[in-house]
């Protein structure tokens, strides 16, 4: 069985933490809509810490995350029930420098149906640009006809090493 830090399982680790987690916990009464009527897409990536970064706090958002943090069709079903069920109105995409998908290609994909004798139905979405795939996402999100409010949707790069974010200007190709 994984175990890490201290020689614990690392779920047994998990759920000893949600025991003194709860053990402080108070209802915070609220319901699900996010209080800053924001939903952000952004990558798996471990040393991305959203709420840190973002100064969010419990309740404020949305968080969509996948490897890449790419527009995946699984993402616009998430930002479409977040929009029309839920009541967000502003998106944000965040991608971060030293990704794991700048690595990959699509043969991590043909590789993988050698090994197993499948082809998987999705895409690796792997990129090589991340200001460009930044641009691409934005560009999906805004097009999708499944979501009802589009205009106030901006594209980020995470700088991992600074913790700054750095925005795209998702017309022109430039730095804003
Ligand atoms: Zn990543």
Redesign the pocket.
């Known amino acids: 069985m994984p175990t890490s830090r201290d020689q614990q399982p690392v779920t047994d680790q998990l759920t000893a933490a949600n025991s003194r987690y709860a053990a402080k916990f108070t209802d915070p009464g609220m319901d699900a809509q996010p209080v800053l009527n924001v939903a952000v897409v952004a990558?798996m990536?471990a040393r991305l810490d959203l709420h840190a970064a973002l100064g969010l706090r419990l309740g404020d958002c949305h968080t969509i995350r996948n490897?890449?943090?790419v527009v995946t069709d699984d993402v616009i079903r998430s930002l479409t029930i977040s929009q029309r069920a839920l009541g967000t109105r502003s998106i944000v995409l965040i991608h971060?420098t030293g990704?794991?998908?700048l690595d990959l290609t699509e043969d991590f994909r043909h590789e993988l149906e050698l090994e197993v004798g499948q082809r998987p139905a999705w895409a690796v979405e792997a990129f090589k640009d991340l200001d460009q795939d930044v641009r691409q996402s934005i560009q999906k999100v805004r097009t999708s006809p499944f979501l009802p409010h589009t205009d106030d949707v901006r594209g980020f790069v995470f700088d991992v090493r600074t913790g700054l974010l750095r925005e795209i200007d998702p017309e022109n190709g430039q730095e804003r």
């Open positions: 990558c990536d490897a890449g943090g971060h990704c794991g998908l």
